[in-house]
């Protein structure tokens, strides 16, 4: 079976500042697909990046960008220049393109980031 | 991009009483669904897998009898929370599977609330 992990039950950071969220995964299948999701106080998930794990680049979106160590089963998440809108619940999660849990996905715990003007 | 509806948003019921939730893939059709339940502050638990025109496949410590789950066409699943009681109160979300790229669209949510 898969597992995400996210260490950092709560994260803070000043408007304008940089800050990064931590994720570590782990999963048999050499196929999967990795994401960060946001969901704000109206409880919305909404897609933020994804990541393919055959893919070495890592993915950005605009102030968005991830660390992925494949070798670590790492996956981390920057947000750059961070605005008041950016405060939510992150969760990092992982879905296999094969094996028995093909097509689920696995989620953190998730990350609840505070943004402070 | 992919919409997808939850109907109600929020429903307050008795217990013992059952409640139904709609899932709708708005402008795309979805092969599967998914449900997850949340309580606050926590992560998404998935309850199970919807496929159309099939059985839904339950997550290990779901019962099946409780949350019926029904997945009639490309663009509508329901969960039904039969005799519902207070320990049913949750946030449950849904999710629909438009297979181009492994990524899920997920509903706004339905806030229960059993008394």
């Known amino acids: 079976a898969q597992t995400v992990t996210q260490s950092q039950p709560e994260m803070s950071v000043q408007e304008a500042e940089t800050v990064t969220l931590s994720c570590t995964y782990d999963t048999s299948e050499s196929d999967y697909y990795l994401f960060w999701y946001k969901q704000p106080p109206s409880r919305q998930m909404i897609l933020v990046i994804r990541?393919?794990?055959?893919?070495?680049q890592n993915a950005t979106e605009n102030r968005f960008s991830v660390n992925f160590q494949k070798a670590a089963k790492s996956f981390s998440l920057k947000i750059s220049d961070s605005q008041l809108g950016d405060a939510a619940m992150y969760f990092c999660?992982?879905?296999?393109?094969?094996?028995?849990?093909?097509?689920?996905?696995?989620f953190g715990q998730g990350t609840i980031l505070t943004v402070h003007p | 991009g992919a919409v997808v509806s939850q109907h109600p948003s929020w429903v307050i019921c008795k217990s013992g009483t059952s409640v139904k939730i709609e899932c709708r893939s708005l402008?795309?059709?979805?092969?599967?669904m998914f449900w997850y339940r949340q309580f606050p502050k926590q992560s998404l638990m998935l309850m199970a897998t919807?496929?159309?025109?099939?059985?839904?496949?339950?997550e290990q410590g779901v019962e099946k009898d409780k949350f019926l789950i029904n997945h009639a066409s490309l663009t509508l699943s329901t969960l039904t929370v039969t005799s519902a009681h207070p320990e049913d109160s949750s946030f449950y979300i849904c999710s629909a599977d438009a297979r181009s790229s492994y990524e899920q669209y997920f509903g706004p949510g339905t806030r229960l609330t059993v008394t």
């Open positions: 919807s496929n159309e025109g099939s059985k839904a496949t339950y």
């Open positions: 999660a992982l879905i296999n393109a094969g094996g028995t849990s093909y097509g689920k996905l696995t």
């Open positions: 402008d795309f059709q979805a092969t599967t």
């Open positions: 990541q393919e794990a055959y893919k070495q």
